[in-house]
């Protein structure tokens, strides 16, 4: 069965930092482009970070580029995200899902690209 588990959330001051990870089981992770969402409610699921199939490319949402960090460690097969200079409004729960690439080097932001399979999420609070 194919699986995506999140972990590394908790609550950060602002200007703190995290490393948020997603660990694949059932499937090889290095085989799907793959991507980090957030979501607050009563908002709509944000696509911040998504690493191609290849690894080589990466692609951020306007409002992280510079803080936000995606990565793969194929050995692991987990997928991490590095996160910066939190900001309350950073504050979400933050979810990772993959699926097969229409294109090896390439990977998008949007929700819809990614139908093979998601994690449950990881909460991510930013207070001081």
């Known amino acids: 069965q194919m699986q995506l588990e999140e972990s590394g959330g908790g609550l950060v001051q602002p200007g703190g930092s995290l490393r948020l990870s997603c660990a694949a089981s059932?499937?090889?992770?290095?085989?799907?482009?793959a991507a980090w969402f957030r979501q607050v409610p009563g908002k709509e699921r944000e696509g911040v970070a998504c690493?191609?199939?290849?690894?080589?490319?990466?692609n951020y949402a306007d409002s992280v580029k510079g803080r936000f960090t995606i990565s793969r460690d194929n050995a692991k097969n987990t997928m991490y995200l590095e996160i910066a200079n939190l900001k309350p409004e950073d504050t979400a729960s933050y979810l990772c899902?993959?699926?097969?690439?229409?294109?090896?080097?390439?990977?998008?932001?949007?929700?819809?690209?990614?139908?093979?399979?998601w994690g449950q999420g990881t909460l991510v609070s930013v207070s001081s």
């Open positions: 690493i191609s199939r290849s690894g080589d490319t990466t």
């Open positions: 059932g499937f090889t992770l290095d085989h799907y482009a």
């Open positions: 899902a993959s699926d097969l690439p229409a294109v090896d080097t390439m990977c998008l932001l949007s929700p819809v690209a990614y139908l093979n399979v």
